[in-house]
């Protein structure tokens, strides 16, 4: 497959839900209009048995790559999803068994196919860290390691308040990113893609290619969709949208998100003009016409758009169906708060332990979806935010 230099594709990868590029965007797109194929992958480890949206975020990229004739590999992290990731946790992950970690990558090309082409004449490679990484020696292992210092590692936010508050820190968390950063090194790549929460790991093989292959790796650091107050979706937020989830529960996950979502779900997750959607909500644009457009969009890429209009129609049916009351106590709160402070500033719980039960038991919905996460952040609206517990008790929130 012969390689694209087109200039408005490159321009768009290089720029469409792009945190930054490493070195830099500059680099990469000399590099892009060489036209000389690329050899780029995205590492997932799996700690989960599904693939989600966020990670349709750096599919989708990959993509962009692939459609320009450039080199794919999708790597399966067997063994570093053995360890765990630090990144974003406050404490020691929980570690996988082998048997654990396999079982969940099980289905990963077959969700990931809804994005990638895994056929055709240039198809993605997929590849399993633990072919070299299991291999490794002590001696390789202190080899990779003499590349780093304790001081940088200690320089990633999540360490820096594990020591603040006097939490461990385990030896094997300082190794994980020289493992995945071994991992472009064990390929000899020259890029990689991944969100930008993933930025210290993925320079850390930048480190390591300079270091032992003389070469310089380029880094896509993608943005992540995130709620208002910053938290990434995804599995361990509880509240991802699996990409093996049904139309239905698709369509109704994103009905649920607060309306600063809807931007940069745009941006991020689909190829429509999201600087225009921006300007329509601006101009006043009821905002729940303009999340069910993302939620048709995005059910129409991952199933097609007779489903995603089905799937709108039946919402609204069910919607209409609902006994909901004609007239609902208005609450007004001026900040974005938990879906449990939400119960309890209402009225409709009487106390955060009451409110976190009745969240347990299903009891509670937002907009027509079943809470299943206490912590969920709830952004006022001027349309307002259906909030319901039980079957009779409803209050809209508004700002």
Known sequence: MSVSTDPEKIERLLTRGVEHVYPSREFLEARLKEGKQLSLYLGIDPTGPDLHVGHSIQLRKLRQFQELGHKIILLIGDFTGMIGDPTDKSATRVRLTREQVLENAQKYKEQAGKILDFHGENPVEVKYNNDWLGKMSFADVVE???????????????????LAEAKPIYLHEFLYPLMQGYDCVAMDVDGEVGGNDQTFNMLAGRTLMKAMKGKEKFVVADKLLVDPTGKKMGKSEGNMIRLSDTSDEMFGKIMSWTDGMIVPGFEILTDEDYQSVQKELDDGVNPRE??????????????????AQAVSDRFDQLFQKKEIPDEIEEHKISKTLSITDILVHSGLATSKSEARRLIAGGGVKVNETVVQDAEQMIEPSLEGVLIQKGKRHFVRIIS
Do not use: C
């Open 144 to 162: 990779v390691a003499s590349n780093f210092t304790v001081q940088q590692m200690l320089e990633r936010d999540m360490f820096e308040k594990r």
């Open 290 to 307: 303009l999340k069910a457009h993302l939620a048709r969009t995005i059910v129409g890429l991952y199933f097609d758009s007779a489903e």
